[in-house]
């Protein structure tokens, strides 16, 4: 039986990290995977350029039961540190909107430096392995029965993500192995996932796909504002994806199409300025012609400014600035990015990431019950949470 003293399932951005961490400290680490490569989901995202961290990285962009929990990782392995690495590695990147750090040319930059890293800790990787059973010996260590044979380990770490996009291998594998273990799992949901509408919505709208529009998207618990696509299906866009992570299915959200008009006093200047102009000419300035024939109605479509009243005003105001729609749902992991939920964080130390009922086990990255929002924090997660593992592992 082979016995590295570490054995880290999974692959992805938090395996890979914590393997050199765990390496450099002198530590014999073993990754294990299903897939047939490290880092698939690595090279599919951002476009394929990896939007690898981000230049503002606080707390206040993650969601978790316990949200002071990752607070720890992320002040030991910053932003500034991952991006030390990918300077030493003279790997271009650019900053997007909202501080969104991205490759220049490819996310294969960033697999090729993780795995030169891990090269250089003497990381072992045995991939397209499935994993049958573990067991917790008496003595202390971990066996595992694998399909390539049985192996020990001193320190397991569980880093196979969450539920997201399934044909990248994604799996209930962490979960199911934490309760096998007695360690709580938080209900698990799609994030950062488009919407689907209503039949009724879905007929109206969808011929609208294609077209995107800066606005604000607002419920109960969060405001986002940055653009909503309309999609044969219903909504996406980066505002879209932002409050589906916050959205409670039944529940409304509120669309402002014109956050920087205020289109109330706009049409009473325009009626004063041009009492001939059709209203959907007036429109047609600041939102695409086929969104404005969707939001207005049929009788005020070929109305003049002179022809409204200042009351229609207000309500074709309140259609663009306050587009209160129901979604029927969300398009669910196959096409989420992340997995809300998971391993509860109550049940894991925020300094080492180690398991306080079972010694010896970690759990690290999307596993994990912390969500980052769109825009790096999900790999940023990732990078720290692997870190602090790997310095105790």
Not at 302 to 314: Q, R, V
Request: hydrophobic share 35%.
């Amino acid at each position: 039986m082979k016995s590295p003293e570490v054995i880290i399932i999974g692959a992805g951005a938090a395996g890979l990290m914590c393997a050199i961490e765990a390496g450099k400290r002198g530590r014999s680490v073993l990754v294990l995977d299903q897939g047939n490569k490290a880092g698939r989901k690595i090279l599919m995202s951002g476009g394929g350029r990896c939007n690898f961290t981000n230049y503002d990285v606080s707390a206040d962009h993650y969601l978790s039961h316990n949200p002071h929990f990752c607070k720890s990782a992320l002040s030991r392995f910053s932003q500034w540190d991952f991006l030390s690495l990918i300077e030493d590695y003279q790997i271009p990147f650019h900053e997007r909107d909202h501080g969104q750090l991205f490759c220049d040319n490819s996310a294969k930059d960033i697999l090729n430096m993780l795995l030169a890293e891990n090269e250089k800790a003497g990381t072992k990787f045995q991939l397209r392995t499935e994993i049958k059973k573990i067991h917790k010996l008496d003595e202390g260590c971990f066996s595992l029965r694998t399909s390539k044979g049985d192996l020990l380990c001193e320190s397991l770490v569980i880093a196979t993500g969450g539920l997201s996009i399934p044909t990248m291998g994604s799996s209930p594998f962490g979960y199911k192995i934490a309760e096998q273990f007695g360690i709580k799992v938080r209900p698990t949901q799609a994030g950062l996932v488009p919407f689907t509408l209503q039949p009724e919505d879905k007929a109206h709208y969808s011929t609208l796909a294609g077209i995107a529009v800066n606005s604000v998207v607002t419920n109960e618990r969060a405001s986002f504002r940055e653009n909503v696509l309309f999609t044969h299906r219903g909504l996406s866009g980066p505002a879209i994806l932002q409050i589906s992570s916050y959205w409670k299915p039944g529940e409304a959200i509120e669309i402002n199409l014109l956050p920087d008009l205020d289109l109330y006093e706009g049409l009473k200047q325009a009626q004063k300025d041009h009492p001939q102009q059709l209203i959907k000419n007036y429109l047609a300035h600041y939102l695409p012609k086929r969104l404005v024939a969707a939001f207005l109605n049929t009788e005020w479509e070929n109305k003049t400014m002179a022809d409204t009243s200042h009351l229609l005003f207000e309500r074709i105001s309140e259609n663009f600035h306050s587009w209160k729609i129901k979604p029927n749902g969300t398009e669910g992991y196959r096409t989420a990015e992340v997995t809300i939920g998971g391993i509860d964080c109550d049940e894991i130390s925020s300094k080492t990431m180690e398991t306080s009922r079972v010694p010896g086990l970690y759990f690290i990255g999307e596993v994990v019950d912390v969500t980052g929002w769109l825009g790096g924090y999900n790999f940023q997660w990732a990078w720290s949470s692997g870190w602090c593992a790997g310095q105790y592992v």
